[in-house]
């Protein structure tokens, strides 16, 4: 027989979690706004407040080695799903960045008691790589990957070991702080922090993968000279040869669905008013579900790029600054989520996303799925960042759907 949502019995607890949100958004390194950094001071009201909602859930509460706050709901050694994201912010936060995935696993285990299926809870130490300019040094703790970055130095030279230290925290015991055994999923809950759903008119979606990406600096040599003197003929402009680049940058990612190409930022030299650009370096940031389609589009780019120089007598130089490969997630969680979502006739958009998440790091260990609330006005990283009540409700009811579906199957 097919649930129905209902609304009376998740409606309250939606409203419960984004009260949660904004008493945790208090908690900050900045008076009168949201800044809270990996391992700040702020950090333990943060543990405190999450350590009683979760006791009172009925969850057993532990602060690991990497500083992740964790509930275990039901028998350490039966089949766990782990519910996830992460508690710290970029500066001058909103309310519900990675956070409401947190309460919304607390919400979901205060909802659904399946037999046999334990849920596990985590508030991660550090996802946005703000302090060390590394991210996700909180999930890497559950992967094993965290104990090759303990010697990151922040802006003052503080290392991550020291960090955990200074925090009361035993970089000894990391190992301890990795998944259990018997982790058979992994699922995350967060705000879509873009425009998509809003502009479907969706509550939620189904991710399917977070995207590939590739960072390269591009620089084009031409030759500076007189801008009064030297024809248009006879010049070398670095910077017309750029520019004509940037276009074919924003034309082929428009052509290409899926594609996302942006050149964020650019310097001509000798940036004089009357010169004309003898150097000028732009970036490029390319990324899309599929690692072979970023690829193509990297080739064609570059190759845009000499075209451009080459009809100028203007050299190009590129060089990839970052890669990082996309990660799909898993195909029968995420069938399970849509299924959940029908049941309670919930209509789902399938996105893939742009931006990192925790899922990234664990969805190559554990089977893992991820499912984006809309965020209004596509706002996030900033105050403004905000969620619907309703929409939260419909999140839950769908979490719980799906626990009770994993629980079954
Ligand atoms: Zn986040």
């Excluded at 991210?135 to 104990?147: I, K, Q």
């Excluded at 990391?174 to 967060?190: D, N, P, Q, S």
């Excluded at 008119?201 to 600096?217: F, H, K, N, Y």
């Excluded at 069938?335 to 996303?353: F, K, N, P, Y």
Aim: with cysteine; hydrophobic share 50%; aromatic share 4%.
């Amino acid at each position: 027989m097919a649930s129905s949502l209902d609304e009376s019995v998740f409606a309250s607890s939606a409203v419960d979690v984004i009260s949660r949100c904004r008493t945790l958004a208090a908690y900050s390194e900045v008076a009168g706004e949201t800044t809270r950094l990996f391992l700040a001071p702020s950090v333990r009201k943060v543990h405190e407040a999450v350590t009683a909602w979760m006791a009172a859930a009925g969850m057993a509460v532990s602060v690991d080695a990497a500083g992740n706050i964790r509930g275990l709901f039901g028998a350490e050694d039966a089949p766990r799903l782990v519910i996830a994201s992460h508690l710290d912010t970029v500066p001058n936060a909103g309310a519900f960045d990675g956070i409401l995935g947190v309460m919304m696993g607390i919400a979901v285990v205060e909802h659904a008691a399946p037999s046999g299926l334990a849920i596990e809870v985590i508030g991660f130490s550090e996802e946005e790589g703000v302090r060390f300019r590394k991210p996700f040094l909180g999930s890497m703790a559950l992967v094993g990957e965290l104990e090759e970055h303990l010697g990151l130095a922040d802006a003052s030279g503080v290392t991550v070991r020291e960090a955990l230290i200074g925090f009361g925290l035993d970089p000894g015991r990391l190992a301890e702080a990795r998944m259990a055994a018997g982790t058979m999923g992994y699922l995350e809950f967060h705000i879509e922090q873009g425009p998509v759903l809003e502009s479907l008119d969706l509550p939620i979606a189904v991710v399917s993968a977070l995207v590939g990406q590739t960072r390269m600096e591009f620089r084009f040599t031409g030759h500076a000279n007189h801008a009064g003197t030297t024809p248009m003929h006879l010049r070398r402009d670095a910077l017309a040869a750029a520019a004509e680049w940037v276009v074919a940058v924003e034309r082929t990612a428009r052509e290409t669905e899926g594609l996302v190409a942006t050149v964020g930022k650019i310097a001509a030299l000798p940036g004089a008013v009357n010169v004309v650009p003898g150097v000028v370096t732009v970036s490029l940031d390319v990324r899309h579900a599929s690692d072979a389609v970023r690829a193509t589009a990297v080739v064609g780019l570059v190759a845009a790029a000499e075209a451009a120089g080459a009809s100028r007598g203007v050299t190009v130089e590129h060089a990839v600054t970052m890669e990082q490969k996309a990660v799909a997630l898993d195909d029968r969680l995420t069938d399970l989520l849509r299924v959940a979502a029908a049941r309670l006739g919930v209509e789902t958009a399938t996105l893939t996303s742009g931006a990192g998440h925790d899922a990234m790091v664990v969805a190559p260990h554990v089977a893992s799925a991820m499912l984006f609330l809309r965020s209004p006005g596509g706002i996030s990283h900033h105050p403004d960042e905000d969620v619907r009540v309703e929409d939260v409700e419909t999140g839950l009811a769908v979490g719980v759907e799906f626990v009770r579906g994993l629980a079954a199957s």
